[in-house]
């Protein structure tokens, strides 16, 4: 039987590298925001046990995103009929791709949303629920686009809260089923205040609990439980670098053929 080459298998493993070099870069975009705020540490039990868990932060901008939801049939205004409609479709669609079901509306969760939205105040609720806040959005799709742009920034490999993912993270997390969100034209003034639209989106169950950020956010075109394949999209270069590593493994093995 033939050996193959050591050049012939170093060049096969460095298409490899290459290929998958190439898959490295996520498929969203940020968008610019002005003011991103800390929040408020909480508590959430679930049966005997207790997590931690973080809610969401919030995000203030007033760019326009260079992608939106690519299913989207139109931009609804925070004021018309689609507003519901155009909520779930952008948010469907960045959850499709991080392998979590569909979320359904919820009129409670509306509800509560609308009713806090109209305090104007730029602060979390507090409430029982998962909360994403946006400011200065033109419309409903872009804030969204905005908390799913979040993406490039998060660590899949550390999976934890951060304040500057946690839109995205609650957006895509697997437990989470409902969304109901309101939205209101502030003109507020003082530290908390807002001006200009404010939306308020509530999430149940809510995410963001501290544990449990590997097996609910899932990478794109990945389940969560998977390990790092040669299509995945790796996280501050450790994919590269393992890649790198078994490359240069290759390598060596074909020396000693």
């Known amino acids: ?133 946006a400011e200065g959005y033109i419309n409903p799709t872009f804030a969204v686009d905005a908390w799913a742009g979040e993406e490039q920034k998060y660590n899949y490999r550390k999976a934890k809260f951060s304040e500057s993912t946690g839109h995205y993270t609650q957006l895509v997390w697997k437990n989470t089923t409902a969304v109901g969100c309101g939205a209101v034209e502030c003109n507020t003034s003082g530290s908390n205040g807002v001006k200009g639209w404010m939306m308020v989106c509530e999430y149940s169950p809510r995410g963001n609990v501290a544990g449990h950020f590997k097996q609910e956010v899932a990478k794109p075109g990945e389940s969560s439980t998977d390990s790092l394949g040669f299509g995945g999209a790796s996280s501050n270069g450790s994919g590269r670098k393992m890649i790198g590593a078994l490359v240069a493994g290759y390598v060596l093995l074909a020396m000693c053929l």
């Open 1 to 133: 039987m033939r050996r193959p080459s050591v050049l012939a298998l170093a060049a096969h493993a460095l298409l490899l590298f290459s290929d998958f070099a190439s898959a490295d870069e996520t498929s969203t975009t940020t968008v610019r925001s002005t003011t991103t705020v800390l929040t408020i540490t909480t508590t959430v039990t679930s049966g005997a046990s207790t997590f931690p868990t973080t809610q969401t932060t919030m995000v203030a901008g007033d760019a326009t995103p260079s992608t939106a939801a690519a299913t989207a049939t139109g931009i609804a205004s925070y004021t018309g009929d689609a507003f519901g409609a155009a909520i779930l479709n952008s948010t469907n669609y960045y959850r499709a791709q991080h392998q979590a079901d569909a979320l359904t509306w919820d009129e409670a969760l509306a509800s509560y949303a609308q009713d806090y939205a109209e305090k104007c105040i730029w602060q979390h609720s507090d409430g029982p629920h998962g909360e994403n806040l």
